[in-house]
């Protein structure tokens, strides 16, 4: 299920759902169908690298290694 971003045209709540293709959104604040999506943003490249490099510890700490290299698997 893709994440949508809306600000809801009755109270001007901004927030984001998980939306299904036949499902209809509703704001979770005053339950309105009248919302309007947003365009979303490309998330930039981590600014922190130390905490990419304890999230990167933890997955593999967590058995999750399919995603990094041999060089840092070694962490």
Avoid: H, T
């Amino acid at each position: 299920m893709p994440l949508y971003a809306y600000v809801c045209d009755a109270c001007a709540a901004e927030f984001e759902l998980l939306v299904r293709g036949s499902d209809v959104p509703a704001c979770p604040i005053c339950g309105s169908e009248k919302l309007q999506q947003q365009i979303s943003r490309i998330s930039k490249e981590i600014k922190y690298p130390a905490m990419a490099k304890s999230w990167r510890r933890r997955a593999a700490a967590e058995g999750d290694l399919s995603n990094f290299s041999k060089a840092e698997r070694k962490l």
